[in-house]
């Protein structure tokens, strides 16, 4: 089977936050030329599933930015050409001269990775930038010539008030990002973040519905289209890398910790950036039958804002689960569909719970 998607794992970062839990390696810039070295082995000896044409690639980290602009450059003249090529960055790392250097290799557009602007929960979440460096890499990508910049932001931050959240969305507005990804700040269970901030987390855990309404009431207020569970666009410029994975479709994972979903395989490459150095990929396979693939289309499909296809996955659904949601006004479906309401959307995955087999 072929995938139309190419993510590209870069895993190299100035500081590990917290609260991450992607795969990481702080530092490391003696590696970085060996490390596209192996990514560029490894996507030919892998290019065989990929389809004559690439529809999108993202390169996500880590910090891609923080990878030495050189070898980043090479690594993006070596990529296939793909309708939409995404980076992740770190405002901190975005000069003039790496927004000039993406734009002339190719990317289309650019994640910022905001988080907030209040400086004491930028403090909070070890984040390296400054709500200036913020606006200074939006300023640059925009001067480089990016017409299609997004922004990240998180709530639910230990420390963050309903006020901060709004002052945080008003300051995106404010720099007219093409799209925003607004997530529930999610820190795992043993992690350093947890165990400093696990008071304050449960306490943040009670806000996150109304952060969330809140959210979603400012973004579509301000002519935003609430198109994905966390992800609002404008434009029509929605995230269509993202968009392959909420729609089921194949994709292809380079890189150390890269997942892979090919056919009826799902992969994963090692998590030890030496290994996999040395070509050695150890990777984890999971085989999915159909009754998985069934369910995952559900889960992620109804995340988005338009209906969601049955043909072929109506066996997840549980019939009399499906009749409780639509009689609560949670879910709408006809022989060909489903879709949840705008309130069945709020409620996201307890909604989708009910429905599945």
């Not at 870069?10 to 970085?32: I, M, N």
């Not at 290019?47 to 923080?66: A, Q, S, Y």
Request: charged letters at 25%.
């Amino acid at each position: 089977m072929r995938g139309s998607h190419l993510y590209v794992h870069l895993p190299f970062c100035a500081h590990r936050c917290g609260y991450c839990d992607f795969v990481t390696a702080v530092g490391r810039e003696d590696q970085h030329s060996a490390y596209v070295d192996a990514l560029l082995r490894e996507l030919d000896e892998e290019r065989r599933h990929l389809g004559d044409e690439v529809d999108t690639i993202f390169l996500g980290g880590g910090t891609p930015t923080f990878t030495a602009l050189p070898e980043l450059v090479r690594l993006l003249n070596e990529l296939p050409p793909a309708r939409e090529v995404t980076v992740e960055a770190n405002p901190e790392t975005v000069t003039p001269e790496v927004a000039r250097a993406l734009r002339t290799a190719g990317v289309t557009r650019v994640s910022l990775g905001a988080q907030t602007f209040q400086p004491h929960l930028l403090a909070t979440l070890e984040r390296g930038a400054t709500p200036a460096d913020v606006k200074r890499a939006f300023a640059h990508l925009r001067d480089a010539g990016f017409d299609n910049v997004s922004l990240d932001l998180i709530y639910g931050i230990p420390g963050q008030t309903p006020a901060h959240l709004a002052a945080d969305l008003a300051q995106a507005l404010a720099l007219g990002p093409e799209h925003i990804s607004a997530y529930e700040l999610e820190a795992k269970p043993g992690t350093r973040f947890t165990i400093a901030h696990g008071t304050e987390l449960e306490q943040q855990a009670e806000q996150m519905e109304d952060y969330f309404e809140r959210v979603v009431a400012t973004l579509t207020d301000a002519g935003y289209r609430w198109y994905e569970t966390a992800n609002f666009c404008r434009d029509g410029k929605r995230a269509e890398h993202n968009l392959g994975y909420w729609l089921g479709h194949e994709y292809l994972g380079i890189g150390v910790g890269a997942v892979s979903t090919l056919g009826l395989e799902r992969r994963r490459n090692t998590a030890k950036l030496a290994r996999y150095l040395r070509g050695e990929y150890d990777r984890e396979l999971e085989l999915l039958d159909d009754e998985t693939r069934a369910r995952e289309r559900v889960m992620l499909g109804l995340r988005l804002d338009e209906p969601l296809p049955l043909a072929g996955i109506r066996h997840a659904l549980d019939p009399a689960g499906l009749a409780r949601v639509a009689q609560l006004g949670l879910a709408e479906h006809d022989d060909e569909t489903l879709a949840l309401t705008p309130r069945g959307r709020f409620l996201g995955g307890a909604v989708t719970a009910e429905l599945l087999n």
